[in-house]
C-alpha cells in the first residue's frame, strides 16, 4: 500500500467548472505537497501546507491533519489548468513521499 | 536565476554503459535530491544531500552513485547501464531544512537499450 494516495487517477472537465482532487496519508508528516506537471515534464511546486488552507489565484488547498487527508480545489477551471498534480508529504528524516497523480484535462 | 538545471535532456544508452547526469542549482540551497519517476508510479527518492560532502541513501540507491563536491552540483552516475534504469530523472533542491518547498530541474529522459 503507499504511503500516499490520490484520486481520482484521471479527471476529465469542462472549461470553468470546479475541480476537487483529493489526497490522503497514511503516515506522520512534517508537510504536505502539492505539485504541477505540465505535459512537457517540468514539475512546479504549488503549495505547501501543514495545517488549514492555503490559496493562490484559482488554486486552493485544505488539509485536515486529524484525518490525514488534503484537497487541492481550481476554481473556473481553464484549459490551461491542464496537467498532472502530484500530492507529495514529507516527514522528518529528509523522507518524501509521493502519489502517483492526478491526471487533469480541461476541455474548452 | 536559472534555478535547477540538468543535462542532458535525453540520452540512450546501451546496457553496461556508463553515464553522469548533471545537477546544479544556483540559489545556494542546501538540500538537493534526485528522484526517478516511472510510468503510473510516483516519484521515487534515489539519493539526497544536506550538504556539500554529504549524501544518503534514498529509496531506490541500488545502481547509482552521488557526490557533492560543492553546494551548486549534485551529479548522478549510472555505472553498468541495466534496463530497469530506463526512467525519467528529475534533481531537486530546497532551502534549509528537509521538508521545505522543492524545485526541479526539467528532467533527463535516459533509454537503457
Known sequence: KNEVEQSPQNLTAQEGEFITINCSYSVGISALHWLQQHPGGGIVSLFMLSSGKKKHGRLIATINIQEKHSSLHITASHPRDSAVYICAVSRSGNQFYFGTGTSLTVIP | ?113
Open chain 2, 1 to 113: 536565476n536559472a534555478g535547477v538545471t540538468q543535462t542532458p535532456k535525453f540520452r540512450i544508452l546501451k546496457i553496461g554503459q556508463s553515464m553522469t547526469l548533471q545537477c546544479t542549482q544556483d540559489m545556494n540551497h542546501n538540500y538537493m535530491y534526485w528522484y526517478r519517476q516511472d510510468p503510473g508510479m510516483g516519484l521515487k527518492l534515489i539519493y539526497y544531500s544536506v550538504g556539500a560532502g554529504i549524501t544518503d541513501k534514498g529509496e531506490v540507491p541500488n545502481g547509482y552513485n552521488v557526490s557533492r563536491s560543492t553546494t551548486e552540483d549534485f551529479p548522478l552516475r549510472l555505472e553498468l547501464a541495466a534496463p530497469s534504469q530506463t526512467s525519467v530523472y528529475f534533481c531537486a533542491s530546497s532551502y534549509s531544512r528537509a521538508g521545505n518547498e522543492q524545485y526541479f530541474g526539467p528532467g533527463t529522459r535516459l533509454t537503457v537499450t
